[in-house]
């Protein structure tokens, strides 16, 4: 479960702003998800709630930001959006579909106090 992993990364960064800016604890995080990055959004809210138990971002809340995604249609030449990996072109149906945007996840903000 890589969730649990991307959980621990995203406390390691959010841990060393806090520590940085000597806060008292962190009230919110925000990510930005890509709609191709294979997170399990559910499965992430779980272990960022079990990973921060008893640090600086215990009771954080997590606001997830889903970013669309895109791909380049081989065929049609054309920049299309993409709903998940393995969809098809929505003007043509083809799989020749390679992602160009939607894979990246990152920490967007973080409000501490
Ligand atoms: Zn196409």
């Known amino acids: 479960m890589h969730e649990m992993s991307l959980a621990e990364g995203i406390l390691t ?5 806090a520590r940085r ?10 990510l930005e998800i890509g709609a191709l990055a294979s997170v399990d959004i559910g499965a992430l809210r779980f272990c960022f709630d079990a990973v921060t138990r008893a640090s600086l971002a215990e009771h954080a809340a997590l606001d997830i930001i889903t970013l669309a995604g895109r791909g380049w249609c081989l065929p049609c030449g054309l920049e299309v959006p993409l709903s998940a990996l393995a969809d098809a072109c929505p003007h043509c149906g083809s799989f020749q579909v390679q992602p160009v945007s939607g894979m990246e996840m990152r920490v967007k903000e973080i409000d501490i106090e």
């Open 21 to 30: 800016e000597q806060a008292r604890r962190v009230k919110r995080v925000t």
């Open 13 to 17: 960064l959010v841990e060393a702003t």
